[in-house]
Structures are given as structure tokens and as C-alpha cells.
């Protein structure tokens, strides 16, 4: 079947293409990264392009470049950062980040990632989503290897993961000196534990700065002020 294109307030994505369809993860890690004062963006597997458009959104100064490995998300990515009001700042290129690392004309403000996130596990044959989400194309070792290159000394590296992968990937970063000095714990509700961790990197320890978000209330739908606070600018309906 066919998946329908999202609408946003201010554009569209079309996702038929692409496994990994718009989802909570990407909104939260698109309206959460921290933008400010940064000239160049760089978002890693941008999968349809939605947080590259997003950042596009909420920065209006800055260049925005993407990767994307897989060539139908990359030409759909392309095709919705077309139609975006603001493509001219916005260009996704079809390599791996692997390959990008020596390719990148200067490094970047802010980098940006919703990353594979299975470290185990069998592949389903019949469910693209499984093997996009497995970390068979994207070892979290490249994934930072990658960031550490392309980062500006100053820079920031941004990542949404599910709990138990967030608290790995942050004892892996620190390998790379890559430290976690702002972090987000997602609820779906007040009395759930924590689902996703959203992080920030910087190649200089600081103080962690912890935070919490809880999306909904009781009932359907009933999202949290801070949700919408956070998220209220994108979505067409909240």
C-alpha cells in the first residue's frame, strides 16, 4: 500500500519511496537539534528529507546538506527539498557517509542523525523498514568516526535513540571524544518510562544538561503543552 503523503504547515512530504516513513522520531529530533548560529547543517541518512527541511524551517540563515545511501529515498528526498519554500538551502547527495568523510568541501555547525538503531537481531524479508532500521549500513563506529570528521571544532551532533542503544552509543562516542553534555528523555506518557533519548555531542566535555518530555496526556491525542511547545510549529494538526 501505498503510503499518503504528510502534511506540514509549511510543506509536504511525499514518503511512497522511502522505507522509513514520517515518524515521532524524526518530528523530535528535527524540532529539538539545536540551530542556532549554525551556517552549515549536515543530516546523516535523511531518509524522505523531512529534518533537513525542518532545520531548513528553523534556521533560515544556514545550508543544509544530506546524505542518503539509498537511491529511491535519496531521489524522494530530493523531490520534497524541491518543493520545500525554501530548496534553494537545501541539497541532499546520493553517498554513504563513509564515503562523504573525504568529499566535504568544509566542516560542519551541526550534525544532525536518526540513525539505524538494531545491533542484533534477523532481517525480515519482507519488511524494508527492518533492514533500514538494522545498523548493517550505518555501524554506529562510522556513524561517529564520520561526525568527528565533519564536525567543526565548536560544532554540535544531534541523535535520537531508543534508550537502551542511547546510553551504548554515548559510552561508544566518548571513544571517539564525542561527549554527551545535553540529553532529553521522551515519555509517551507521565506514568511510562522513558522510550527515546534525545542527544547532544560536542567534542568538549561539559556539564550534562538533562531534561524531560512527556507527550500526552490522558487520552487520545491529548498532546502535553511542552509537546506542542516543542513541535506546534510543524505539525498541521495540534
Known amino acids: 500500500m501505498n503510503a499518503k503523503p504528510f502534511y506540514f504547515k509549511q510543506f509536504v512530504i511525499q514518503q511512497e519511496r522511502c522505507a522509513m516513513k514520517v515518524g515521532t522520531d524524526g518530528v523530535l ?107 548493517v549500513k550505518l555501524p554506529h563506529g562510522d556513524l561517529l568516526a564520520a561526525v568527528r570528521a565533519l564536525l567543526q571544532e565548536q560544532g554540535r551532533f544531534c541523535v535520537i535513540l531508543p534508550v537502551i542503544e542511547g546510553l551504548r552509543f554515548q559510552e561508544m562516542a566518548t571513544r571517539y571524544n564525542l561527549y554527551c553534555n545535553k540529553i532529553m528523555e521522551v515519555r509517551p506518557k507521565d506514568d511510562k518510562p522513558a522510550e527515546r533519548l534525545l542527544m547532544q555531542f560536542e567534542k568538549t566535555q561539559k556539564p550534562l544538561v538533562e531534561e524531560m518530555l512527556i507527550l500526552q496526556k490522558e487520552g487520545k491525542n491529548n498532546w502535553t503543552e511542552d509537546y506542542i511547545a516543542l513541535t506546534g510549529d510543524f505539525y498541521l494538526y495540534m
Open 29 to 135: 529530533l528535527g524540532a529539538w537539534a539545536d540551530v542556532s548560529n549554525a551556517q552549515r547543517i549536515l543530516d546523516i541518512g535523511t531518509g524522505n528529507g523531512l529534518i533537513a527541511i525542518m532545520l531548513g524551517q528553523r534556521n533560515a540563515e544556514a545550508q543544509i546538506d544530506a546524505v542518503e545511501i539509498e537511491a529511491e529515498a535519496c531521489t524522494e528526498a530530493r523531490e520534497n527539498m524541491q518543493n520545500a519554500p525554501w530548496a534553494e538551502r537545501l541539497r541532499v547527495l546520493h553517498v554513504s557517509v563513509q564515503d562523504y568523510v573525504g568529499q566535504a568541501p568544509e566542516p560542519y555547525d551541526l550534525i544532525v542523525s536518526n540513525p539505524p538503531f538494531f545491533s542484533g537481531g534477523t532481517f525480515s524479508d519482507q519488511q524494508d523498514r527492518a533492514s533500514v532500521r538494522h545498523t
